[in-house]
């Protein structure tokens, strides 16, 4: 059983609070439904022009090359090889609003999540999010979860426009921003290098193990099926 660290935790999404599933079979799929039909209506707006900009840059052309058709081929191809590019992710955020407060979306998360979230958040722990997804989406899946509006639980959301999630300054720019030495914050996710390079950055680390996720096999991080695993000092 793990050591819960006295000052910070900092969670992942995929595969740690939330089934992979949800993300791939559902989320995903919202977002492959509907985004040719919001680039379209939303051609003007930042985020899809940041986007064209990303696509044109990959494509080697001018911006004004890249049709509202070629944009969302090109997105959706950006979908199916699940990029961490930025600006997809912060046009799948508006997306999937529309999606969440028209009522017809929830978001999942594991049962022992929410209970032991509010646990160290009543022992005084810092609660942050780390995921590859935009922070507005991740504002978005907690706001909107089976388990209610979690977002009051969590101090900060961070996304990868603070850096990818495999690279150790990612994490120290995190604790950075926590007010905290890297050694006082936990970082919990089901990614072995993740936790590898937030064990770089000097954070503690535990591998959370769900169904289906490959089990750390060199025991560099402490492991648990569950965020009811990860006790209290």
Do not use: C, N
Request: aromatic share 6%; hydrophobic share 45%; net charge negative.
């Amino acid at each position: 059983m793990a050591a819960l660290p006295a000052r910070g935790v900092v969670v992942d999404i995929e595969g740690t609070t939330t089934d992979v599933r949800f993300v791939h079979e559902t989320l995903f799929s919202v977002a492959r439904r509907d985004l040719a039909g919001y680039v379209s209506a939303h051609a003007g707006s930042p985020e899809v022009a940041a986007a064209r900009a990303a696509v044109a840059r990959e494509q080697g052309v001018r911006e004004e090359a890249v049709s509202d058709g070629a944009l969302a081929a090109a997105l959706l191809r950006w979908i199916d090889e699940d990029r961490k590019e930025t600006t997809l992710k912060a046009l799948q955020g508006k997306i999937w609003r529309s999606a969440y407060e028209s009522g017809g979306l929830r978001s999942h998360v594991y049962p022992d999540v929410e209970p032991a979230l509010r646990r160290w958040r009543d022992l005084g722990v810092t609660l942050a999010v780390f995921s590859s997804g935009s922070v507005e989406a991740q504002e978005l899946l907690f706001r909107h979860t089976t388990a209610g509006d979690l977002t009051g639980l969590f101090a900060r959301f961070f996304d990868t426009t603070t850096g990818p999630k495999r690279e150790a300054g990612s994490y120290g720019k995190i604790a950075e921003a926590l007010g905290m030495a890297p050694g006082d914050v936990l970082f919990l996710s089901d990614v072995v290098a993740e936790l590898d390079a937030a064990v770089e950055a000097g954070m503690r680390t535990v591998q959370i193990v769900r169904p289906g996720t490959a089990r750390d096999a060199g025991g560099r991080h402490a492991v648990a099926e569950g965020f009811d695993e990860v006790a209290g000092e």
